[in-house]
T-cell receptor, first 112, second 110 residues
Framework: KQEVTQIPAALSVPEGENLVLNCSFTDSAIYNLQWFRQDPGKGLTSLLLIQSSQREQTSGRLNASLDKSSGRSTLYIAASQPGDSATYLCAVKGNYGQNFVFGPGTRLSVLP | DAGVIQSPRHEVTEMGQEVTLRCKPISGHNSLFWYRQTMMRGLELLIYFNNNVPIDDSGMPEDRFSAKMPNASFSTLKIQPSEPRDSAVYFC????????FGPGTRLTVL
């Protein structure tokens, strides 16, 4: 059974810092991995999708990497801004099903 | 596309009442998911459909919960009878490859 963990559970940084959020999964037989952000009281917004054949994806200040062999993905946020404050979740889709397994999330606070 | 549409956005009801949540997935997506999110338990997958067929309902908490997908553009999640512990935000999501979430329904059972 796939299990997804995210470390740290919470992170507070000053504005302008570059930061890395971590996602680990136990079963490397994945189809893809997706990063989301969730603002308080809101739904989940898709940030980046990495297919299993890819090593990384970039969108603006965000870069997500994937290392299937080690069961890890990282989300790199460059030059963080207060507007980046949110909870970031990763989700893994396995090769043998259509469902996604979510991590518990990392709550990020970027201080002005 | 308008994205995943959920209704109602907020629902307040009394214990014992029937609650029906509705979802319209993104056109062309073949998978639909119902999730529940609470502070205590985080995001939980309740059930998902593939091509309108329920594939895994092991996350449905008990028989009071039921979900249907009569066609590719509509799904419902029903709770009958509702209980205070069902209070949560219920999300619908759809996917063909990338998953997209609706805005959620905030359910409060008094």
């Amino acid at each position: 059974k796939q299990e997804v963990t995210q470390i740290p559970a919470a992170l507070s940084v000053p504005e302008g810092e570059n930061l890395v959020l971590n996602c680990s999964f136990t079963d490397s037989a994945i189809y893809n991995l997706q990063w989301f952000r969730q603002d308080p009281g809101k739904g989940l917004t898709s940030l980046l999708l990495i297919q299993s054949s890819q090593r990384e994806q970039t969108s603006g200040r965000l870069n997500a990497s994937l290392d299937k062999s080690s069961g890890r993905s990282t989300l790199y946020i460059a030059a963080s801004q207060p507007g980046d404050s949110a909870t970031y979740l990763c989700a893994v889709k396995g090769n043998y099903g259509q469902n996604f397994v979510f991590g518990p999330g990392t709550r990020l606070s970027v201080l002005p | 596309d308008a994205g995943v549409i959920q209704s109602p956005r907020h629902e307040v009801t009394e214990m014992g009442q029937e609650v029906t949540l509705r979802c319209k997935p993104i056109s062309g997506h073949n998978s639909l998911f119902w999730y529940r999110q609470t502070m205590m338990r985080g995001l939980e997958l309740l059930i998902y459909f593939n091509n309108n067929v329920p594939i895994d309902d092991s996350g449905m908490p008990e028989d009071r919960f039921s979900a249907k997908m009569p066609n590719a553009s509509f799904s419902t999640l029903k709770i009958q009878p509702s209980e205070p512990r069902d209070s949560a935000v219920y999300f619908c999501a759809s996917s063909s490859n990338e998953q997209f979430f609706g805005p959620g329904t905030r359910l409060t059972v008094l």
